[in-house]
């Protein structure tokens, strides 16, 4: 497959990614199906935030994957970053809910709750994997001296949420419902003992840095051609 016609297919993955980010960030923001509209407040959660930065960094990549399609303009290494950034939002989202929230649904007879529909199957589900397809097989690969330290970049928006909702939900400034004083348990310092709130988030940035570390080990593979040709 030629250079352009992965841009092409990047191009066409990106304008329905948009598509698919925006009808399920506006279902979540609004309720037009389902059980009624958040508004602001889901941007208290990781998923919803995580899906608004992936539909950011889609609408940039849409505008650069377009110059270089209709003007053989090259896509910055900045922009190659911070789509990597948004991709990785949705995928520490993927994941969390893959490894840990759905077999705990599973668990307690819930079923596939953490992959219904109208919003979830693709804040949790569709969205990130199709961020991930064309970011990894179709997107123009990062140039890099360092991948441990480009795939840090990863770490980026994991961290920003923490640093801002666990101060806030421990503070009781912040609460995902009236009865508990959070806005996910562990997010709590005073529900949960300190160690426990710190041996999560290091599972998950664990999980989430090995991920794309392995992301980026292909994208080597996948630069190799290009080095011999």
């Not at 789509?83 to 989202?93: D, E, K, Q, S, Y």
Request: charged fraction near 10%.
């Amino acid at each position: 497959m030629t250079s352009r016609i992965r841009l092409k297919v990047a191009f066409y993955l990106n304008c329905l990614l948009l598509v698919l980010e925006l009808y399920a960030l506006l279902n979540c923001y609004f309720g037009f199906i389902g059980n009624g509209g958040q508004g602001a407040f889901m941007f208290h959660f990781f998923t919803e935030s995580s899906n608004a930065l992936l539909a950011l960094t889609t609408l940039l990549m849409l505008v650069y994957l377009g110059r270089a399609l209709f003007g053989n303009h090259p896509i910055p290494k900045a922009i190659m970053i911070i789509r990597l950034i948004g991709v990785a939002a949705t995928m520490t989202t993927f994941w969390t809910v893959f490894i840990y929230l759905e077999p705990a649904c599973l668990y307690f007879g819930w079923g596939l709750k953490m992959f219904s529909f109208p919003n979830m199957f693709f804040t949790h589900l569709t969205c990130p994997l199709l961020g991930l397809a064309s970011f990894l097989f179709f997107e123009p690969v990062i140039p890099y001296k360092n991948r441990w330290a480009v795939s840090s970049f990863a770490l980026i928006s994991v961290f920003t949420y923490a640093a801002i909702i666990i101060p806030l939900a421990s503070l009781k400034l912040l609460s995902s419902d009236p009865n508990v004083n959070n806005v996910y348990a562990v997010c709590d310092a005073t529900v949960h003992p300190w160690y426990t709130v710190l041996a999560v988030s290091l599972v998950f940035l664990v999980t989430y840095f090995g991920a794309f570390l392995y992301l980026y080990l292909q994208k080597k593979i996948q630069s190799e051609p290009k080095k011999h040709a």
